[in-house]
Each structure stands twice: as C-alpha cells, then as structure tokens.
C-alpha cells in the first residue's frame, strides 16, 4: 500500500520556536523518505544535543538522542550492528563542528553509509545564543560581548579535505531542492554530508529574507566528480551556492568490513564463518 507523509510523523509535536528553520528541515526530510518509500521501521536516526537534535524524535522511525557531538560515532555503531538500515545522523554547527568536529574525519575514510544532516544556524541556539565554530567574525553573541574574535570555520572545503563521497549545500528555506538533495543524499551508497543553513529565530544570525538572494544553485556544467573546481566553488561567498558539489563511488565501511571477515575465516577456518564459541573455546 502506498505510504502517507502522516506515517513519517511521531506522535511527539516539535518544541521549537515558531519560525524556527528546522521545522522546514523536518518537513523535507520526511518527505524525502516518503518520496523514496523506505519504511519508518526500516530507519534508525540518531541525533546529538542541540535545538536541531531534537529532529529525531520527531520522525516516526527508531531513534536514539545521544549526547553533544556524539550523532556521528553512534549513527556509526548503529549502521554497523544494522547494515540493513537506513541510518541518518542529526546534529548542529556546535554539536558537530565543535565537540564532536573530530569525529567527521575518521567516518569519513571508513565511508560509513549514513547520512548526516549538519544543521548550521551559526549559534548554539539550545543554550541561549553563545557564539558556534561557524559565527561570523566581530558577531556579538552572549559569549562573545565585544565581537566574535575568531574566524569562522570554512565548512565545506574541510569536507572536501575529508573526501567525504557525497557532499552537498542547501537551506532549510528551500523545501523543494532540500527534499531532492536529501532524497539524493540517502540514495548514495557511503557516507552523505548534507550540510543545511537554517535561521535561528530566536538568536538570528542567518536572515531568511536575506537567504533567498545569498544562496543560488551551483552552475548546471559543475562535474560533481570534479573535486578541484568543487573546493573552488565552495570558496565563493557571493552567491553561495546550494546543491551536490562532490559524489563519488567508493567502497563503503560495509564493504570493507565483510571483506575483512572473508579474509580471516578464510585465513583462519577454512573459509567457513567463525562462530563466537570458537573464539571463547580458544582462549580455554
Ligand atoms: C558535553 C556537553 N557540553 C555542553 C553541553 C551544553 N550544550 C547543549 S546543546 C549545546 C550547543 C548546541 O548548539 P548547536 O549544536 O549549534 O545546536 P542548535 O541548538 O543551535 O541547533 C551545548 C553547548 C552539553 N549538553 N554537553
Ligand atoms: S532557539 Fe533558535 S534554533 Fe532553537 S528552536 Fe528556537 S529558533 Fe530554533
Ligand atoms: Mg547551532
């Protein structure tokens, strides 16, 4: 039987505050799993702590909040103990490019196959407005009274560096392209990175009136195999383009891990699978 946008939707109602960008990130996300048909049961998203963490309880799927910066290394786990699911991973600018910035690198050389929705709205906005790694430099904010003193981080050329194999830009004012561009991002095999400019309402850094002319689709004639012109592209401020700037095939985490396993049964039993008693009995 065809799937309703109802059946994506917890009995949970979202907290955030009216105007809030990630309503619109929900929205388009819910929508893109329902335009890809993949069952709420079939979907673990994990989500760190941050206004835009609360995504996860929101979606009708399983889910799991985990603690601040930690969405990547738990959506990691969950894909490896459940390679059948689609797992999405759900965080902010501070949960994801402050504490838990380190983690993106090392998902990244492993291609781990989920899809990690980085909600940047450049403030911590759960915690009442303290400057995030992505607040623009001379910016008043709670922790910062006489301007920001530290350069922002330049976001998509460290995901470029990472080789991530999907990388993509859009914004939560833009449903229609952010519904593809997720759509698009959980149909890749390895891991996504779509990275979602959103308005806080409360501690405005980004302004969404402002957003509709600062951001433009990438050139139609941009190769998204071509990493040099797509760090390139990622550099320019003006316009700052949306859509998939990087996608290429490599073997996933998955792929590697059961290649691992064929390598040491092989090596170890005859080809045949190791079962756990045979590990236990060996060290009797
Ligand atoms: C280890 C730890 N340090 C600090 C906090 C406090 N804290 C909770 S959310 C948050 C920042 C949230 O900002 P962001 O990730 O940008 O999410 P937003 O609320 O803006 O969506 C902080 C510092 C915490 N919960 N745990
Ligand atoms: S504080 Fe900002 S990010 Fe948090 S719910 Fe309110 S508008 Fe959204
Ligand atoms: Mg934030």
Same mark, same amino acid.
């Given at each position: 039987?065809?799937?309703?946008?109802?059946?994506?939707? &917890?009995?949970?109602?979202?907290?955030?505050?009216?105007?809030?960008?990630?309503?619109?990130?929900? &929205?388009?996300?819910?929508?893109?799993?329902?335009?890809?048909?993949?069952?709420?049961?079939?979907?673990?998203?994990?989500?760190?702590?941050?206004?835009?963490?609360?995504?996860?309880?929101? =979606?009708?799927?399983?889910?799991?909040?985990?603690?601040?910066?930690?969405?990547?290394?738990?959506?990691?786990?969950?894909?490896?103990?459940?390679?059948?699911?689609?797992?999405?991973?759900?965080? %902010?600018?501070?949960?994801?490019?402050?504490?838990?910035? %380190?983690?993106?690198?090392?998902?990244?050389?492993?291609?781990?196959?989920?899809?990690?929705?980085?909600?940047?709205?450049?403030?911590? %906005?759960?915690?009442? %407005?303290?400057? &995030?790694?992505?607040?623009?430099?001379?910016?008043?904010?709670?922790?910062?009274?006489?301007?920001?003193?530290?350069?922002? =981080?330049?976001?998509?050329?460290?995901?470029?560096?990472?080789?991530? &194999?999907?990388?993509?830009?859009?914004?939560?004012?833009?449903?229609?392209?952010?519904?593809?561009? =997720?759509?698009?991002?959980?149909?890749?095999?390895?891991?996504?990175?779509?990275?979602?400019?959103?308005?806080?309402?409360?501690?405005?850094?980004?302004?969404?009136?402002?957003?509709?002319?600062?951001?433009?689709? =990438?050139?139609?004639?941009?190769?998204?195999?071509?990493?040099?012109?797509?760090?390139?592209?990622?550099? $320019?401020?003006?316009?700052?383009?949306?859509? $998939?700037?990087?996608?290429?095939?490599?073997?996933?985490?998955?792929?590697?891990?059961?290649?691992?396993?064929?390598?040491?049964?092989?090596?170890?039993?005859?080809?045949?699978?190791?079962?756990?008693?045979?590990?236990?009995?060996?060290?009797?």
């Amino acid at each position: 039987m065809k799937k309703t946008l109802q059946e994506y939707k &917890s009995v949970i109602e979202p907290v955030w505050c009216p105007g809030c960008g990630d309503y619109g990130v929900l &929205s388009a996300l819910q929508k893109a799993l329902l335009s890809l048909e993949i069952s709420p049961e079939e979907i673990i998203a994990v989500s760190g702590i941050g206004c835009s963490g609360r995504l996860s309880h929101y =979606l009708n799927t399983y889910s799991l909040h985990g603690t601040h910066g930690r969405a990547v290394p738990l959506a990691l786990g969950a894909k490896a103990a459940r390679p059948d699911a689609t797992v999405l991973a759900v965080g %902010g600018d501070g949960d994801g490019l402050g504490i838990g910035g %380190g983690h993106i690198a090392h998902a990244a050389r492993k291609n781990v196959d989920i899809t990690y929705l980085l909600i940047d709205n450049r403030i911590y %906005g759960l915690t009442k %407005g303290q400057s &995030s790694p992505t607040t623009p430099v001379g910016l008043t904010t709670k922790t910062s009274p006489y301007g920001v003193y530290e350069d922002a =981080l330049a976001v998509l050329p460290i995901f470029l560096a990472y080789d991530i &194999s999907f990388i993509a830009r859009a914004v939560s004012t833009n449903l229609r392209e952010l519904t593809d561009t =997720l759509a698009a991002a959980i149909r890749h095999k390895g891991m996504s990175m779509v990275y979602v400019l959103s308005p806080c309402r409360t501690f405005p850094v980004l302004d969404a009136k402002e957003m509709k002319s600062l951001f433009q689709p =990438l050139p139609d004639d941009h190769s998204r195999t071509d990493k040099m012109n797509a760090m390139e592209l990622a550099y $320019v401020t003006e316009p700052m383009y949306t859509g $998939v700037f990087y996608q290429v095939e490599k073997p996933t985490l998955e792929d590697r891990l059961q290649a691992e396993i064929a390598r040491a049964c092989g090596k170890e039993n005859g080809g045949e699978r190791i079962q756990i008693e045979q590990v236990l009995n060996s060290f009797a």
